[in-house]
């Protein structure tokens, strides 16, 4: 199975400052048809998770442009500009390139 | 305004079976793979299985083939998850989620399933 290494653990950001994490594959992501089917979620505290970014670099709708997304092969960012308050959560990458679909461990963004 | 509704989850002894219900509305329900994801208790999350639209191809990840069956009833609008056998380490909230345009873009908000004597 595709192993999601996310870094860092968890993460202490001012408000309005920048958050970037890392997530990073044990196989290349890039599918046969050329696409890269890695995506970023949110789960607020209580609540179920929700999709931020889908592809790398795409913001689904809704997603303030706060939120960025980065990266090829296996290695990947997201990035959090000007953190304010609803940000906090924790937030996973998933890939849908290879089967068993899977998600990485998680990086918990608390405020300061 | 596309919902999904969970039920089924509760307590339920090592061995015993559960099924799982999603409910789902806003949507063309027939038209979209679903899947069930899982995050036990304090944990990530962790993909389940999958359906196809018309429900003629099912996926399961290794820990649970054998024992989960996922299946739909397009006439309802709704996902199901059969649940055998079940074992402490199945113990989680089961989300259902669906690829409308993007992947797991909607989530339903999730049913807890205790597996404990």
């Known amino acids: 199975d595709v192993v999601l290494t996310q870094t860092p653990v968890s993460l202490l950001i001012s408000l309005g400052g920048q958050a970037s994490i890392s997530c990073r594959s044990s196989?290349?992501?890039?599918?046969?048809?050329?696409?890269?089917?890695l995506h970023w979620y949110l789960q607020k505290p209580g609540q179920s998770p929700q999709l931020l970014i889908y592809?790398?670099?795409n913001r689904f709708s809704g997603i303030p442009d706060r939120f960025s997304g980065s990266g090829s092969g296996t290695d990947f960012t997201l990035k959090i500009s000007r953190v304010e308050p609803e940000d906090l959560g924790v937030y996973y990458c998933l890939q849908r390139t290879h089967n068993p679909l899977t998600f990485g461990s998680g990086t918990k963004l608390e405020i300061k | 305004e596309v919902q999904l509704v969970e039920s089924g989850g509760g307590l339920v002894q090592p061995g015993r079976s559960l099924k799982l219900s999603c409910a789902a509305s806003g949507f063309t329900f027939s038209n979209y793979g679903m899947h069930w994801i899982r995050q036990a208790p304090t944990k990530g999350l962790e993909w389940v299985a999958s359906?196809?639209?018309?429900?003629?191809?099912?996926y399961y990840r290794d820990s649970v083939k054998g024992r989960f069956t996922i299946s739909r009833d397009n006439a309802k609008s709704t996902l199901y998850l059969q649940m055998d056998s079940l074992r402490s380490e199945d113990t989680a909230t089961y989300y259902c989620?669906?690829?409308?345009?993007?992947?797991?873009?909607?989530w339903g908000q999730g049913t807890l399933v205790t597996v404990s004597s």
């Open positions: 196989q290349s992501l890039v599918h046969s048809n050329g696409n890269t089917y």
């Open positions: 592809q790398v670099s």
């Open positions: 359906i196809s639209p018309s429900g003629g191809s099912t």
């Open positions: 989620a669906t690829d409308i345009k993007q992947p797991f873009a909607y």
